[in-house]
């Protein structure tokens, strides 16, 4: 499992902290405490938060770059996409659906 993630170099791993960490700051920004967003937004918010976190903590695990849900790699296109991804296109679509 941890062969996949080691793929990735550090340059790599070094520039996908720095967005989340980024998109992080851009979300706890939204929230100015008067709660100006609509509830919808600030679920919506809150789950990124979330993902964000947790898509930073597995950098720091050596995880990242492989799936929550099925521990399969998730490609490297996609996590250039969306940094925060957890689950590869095809669990994401499937747990969007059932929602």
Not at 4 to 27: H, I
Not at 36 to 49: F, I, P, V
Not at 51 to 57: E, N, P, S, V
Request: hydrophobic share 30%; net charge negative.
């Amino acid at each position: 499992m941890g062969e996949s993630v080691r793929k990735f170099n550090e340059g790599f791993l070094a520039q996908q902290r720095e967005r989340l960490l980024e998109m992080e700051a851009a979300l706890l920004r939204t929230d100015d405490g008067k709660n100006t967003l609509a509830k919808t937004t600030l679920n919506y918010s809150n789950h990124r938060l979330g993902d964000i976190q947790r898509a930073l903590q597995k950098i720091e695990d050596g995880t990242y770059g492989l799936s929550d849900e099925s521990g399969e790699p998730i490609p490297q296109s996609r996590l250039e996409a969306f940094p925060d991804a957890l689950y590869t296109e095809r669990e994401q679509e499937e747990q969007e659906e059932g929602k």
